[in-house]
């Protein structure tokens, strides 16, 4: 007599893969671009400066240095699963303050929470994708995770931005749709494997604080540089582009505002997946030369007050940010010793954290002076030193292949 009955009762739920978890990533940092084309109007509500919103805008990033600097490899101990689950609570509690947003306190609370809910998904979330794909995906999963990583960002700008425009409750909508986004990853995220073989759900936090060898500074700094001056493009658009093209321009339809910001990310991935097909000797320059075009686009956007201007800045920009960023990252990651490789790279997505927060401060107190034009033409004009610089360097002194 034949048994065929026994393996259909202990056969458990199948799991998602990595497409499940890239998924999950996309859902959770979509949360944090939200309120970008927002910004309108809470200033028409709040009454608040130019300078006001950088700062609202910098809180999410100092969420996320400090997160990075704090938990940046938390999910190596405590396992991914907990750590997405925790990411995406913090998402949600972003969302809650954003709801009961009655004044700049909630704002500012609501953009730190998002921040920590970022740097916890920024890391564990693309390690998961990685380690869930089968052996033969790898390079898939790659492109997964980054996608996931810039698409999220992209289409959270998006769809808030056509939920304000064409939806009621503009400052309503978008957060309570996120919520139920967010209800559908949590339980994608019970359905994910565990990869950490000896997972502790009560593990310590073990601050690590930056760290780079002295033989990997010749690579790291330049490299990070890149990093910085991308990033910072990146703060730019999602923070005062939206006033930009509201103020000067005439633009006041938020889905146009989250198309736009939408673009500088999806250009971002496209360079990411550039970089796949390049030797990263050559992507780290050209990505550099590329960031140089868009912000001179940029620039000129601002001069001419010229919408078109600004949506080909907004694509060579990303292109460039997306290219530099992901070869950057390969050549610290190649350079840096197998034992402190972690610290380093943890290292290198905090300085890169700090360019989409300082240079956007800076930008917002210009305004006050300079108003809006002279103060994005001063930030270019730097940003483009910067870069350009970064890029003449790396084309005389090469990082190590990937």
């Given at each position: 007599?034949?048994r065929?009955?026994a393996?259909?009762?202990?056969?458990?739920p199948?799991?998602?893969?990595?497409?499940?978890?890239g998924?999950?990533?996309?859902?959770?940092?979509?949360?944090?671009?939200?309120?970008?084309?927002?910004?309108?109007l809470?200033?028409?509500?709040?009454?608040?400066?130019?300078?006001?919103?950088?700062?609202v805008?910098?809180a999410?990033?100092?969420?996320?240095i400090?997160t990075?600097?704090v938990?940046?490899?938390y999910?190596?101990?405590?396992?991914?699963?907990?750590?997405?689950?925790?990411?995406?609570?913090?998402?949600?509690?972003?969302?809650v303050?954003?709801?009961?947003?009655?004044g700049l306190?909630l704002?500012?609370?609501?953009?730190?929470l998002?921040?920590?809910?970022?740097?916890?998904?920024?890391?564990?979330?693309?390690?998961?994708?990685?380690?869930?794909?089968?052996?033969?995906?790898?390079?898939?999963?790659a492109?997964?995770?980054?996608?996931?990583?810039?698409?999220?960002?992209?289409?959270?700008?998006?769809?808030?931005?056509?939920?304000?425009?064409?939806?009621?409750?503009?400052?309503?909508l978008?957060?309570?749709?996120?919520?139920?986004?967010?209800?559908v990853a949590?339980?994608?995220?019970?359905?994910?494997?565990?990869?950490?073989?000896?997972?502790r759900?009560?593990?310590r936090?073990?601050?690590?604080?930056?760290?780079?060898p002295?033989?990997?500074?010749?690579?790291?700094?330049?490299?990070?540089?890149?990093?910085?001056?991308?990033?910072?493009?990146?703060?730019?658009?999602?923070?005062?582009?939206?006033?930009?093209?509201?103020?000067?321009?005439?633009?006041?339809?938020?889905?146009?505002?989250?198309?736009?910001?939408?673009?500088?990310?999806?250009?971002?991935?496209?360079?990411?997946?550039?970089?796949?097909?390049l030797?990263?000797?050559?992507?780290?320059?050209?990505?550099?030369?590329?960031?140089v075009?868009?912000?001179?686009?940029?620039?000129?956007?601002?001069?001419?007050?010229s919408?078109?201007?600004?949506?080909?800045?907004?694509?060579?920009?990303?292109l460039?940010?997306?290219?530099?960023?992901?070869?950057?990252?390969?050549?610290?990651g190649?350079?840096?010793?197998?034992?402190?490789?972690?610290?380093?790279?943890?290292?290198?997505?905090?300085?890169a954290?700090?360019?989409?927060s300082?240079?956007?401060?800076?930008?917002?107190a210009?305004?006050?002076?300079?108003g809006?034009?002279?103060?994005g033409?001063?930030?270019s004009?730097?940003a483009?030193?910067?870069t350009?610089?970064?890029?003449?360097?790396?084309?005389?002194?090469?990082?190590?292949?990937?």
């Open positions: 007599m034949t065929t009955s393996p259909s009762r202990t056969r458990r199948p799991r998602l893969g990595y497409a499940g978890a998924a999950v990533f996309a859902i959770g940092m979509a949360g944090t671009t939200l309120p970008t084309p927002l910004y309108g809470y200033r028409q509500e709040l009454g608040f400066s130019e300078l006001t919103v950088t700062l805008f910098a999410y990033a100092v969420g996320v400090l990075l600097l938990a940046g490899g999910s190596d101990e405590a396992g991914r699963r907990p750590v997405l689950f925790y990411s995406l609570v913090l998402g949600a509690l972003s969302a303050c954003f709801l009961l947003e009655g306190p704002l500012f609370a609501g953009r730190v998002s921040g920590f809910s970022a740097g916890l998904l920024s890391g564990v979330g693309t390690v998961a994708v990685l380690e869930l794909a089968p052996p033969g995906r790898k390079t898939r999963a492109l997964v995770a980054t996608a996931a990583n810039m698409g999220g960002l992209g289409c959270g700008a998006l769809v808030a931005g056509v939920l304000a425009e064409y939806a009621p409750a503009p400052l309503v978008p957060f309570v749709t996120h919520l139920a986004l967010l209800a949590g339980a994608m995220v019970t359905a994910l494997p565990e990869t950490v073989d000896d997972a759900l009560g593990a936090l073990r601050p690590r604080g930056l760290s780079v002295a033989s990997v500074r010749g690579v790291f700094v330049p490299c990070a540089l890149a990093a910085f001056a991308g990033f910072a493009l990146l703060g730019l658009f999602t923070s005062l582009a939206p006033s930009f093209l509201a103020e000067t321009l005439g633009v006041h339809n938020h889905a146009v505002v989250g198309l736009v910001v939408f673009s500088v990310f999806f250009s971002s991935t496209v360079g990411q997946w550039l970089v796949g097909h030797a990263v000797a050559r992507a780290l320059p050209l990505g550099c030369l590329v960031l075009a868009g912000l001179l686009l940029v620039a000129a956007s601002l001069w001419a007050e919408a078109a201007l600004l949506v080909a800045g907004a694509v060579f920009g990303g460039g940010q997306g290219m530099a960023f992901r070869a950057g990252l390969s050549a610290v190649d350079a840096a010793p197998a034992a402190h490789r972690g610290a380093t790279i943890s290292s290198f997505f905090v300085v954290y700090t360019g989409i300082l240079p956007v401060v800076g930008v917002g210009l305004t006050l002076w300079l809006l034009v002279g103060a033409l001063t930030f004009a730097c483009i030193v910067v350009a610089a970064t890029g003449l360097y790396l084309l005389r002194h090469s990082p190590p292949s990937s």
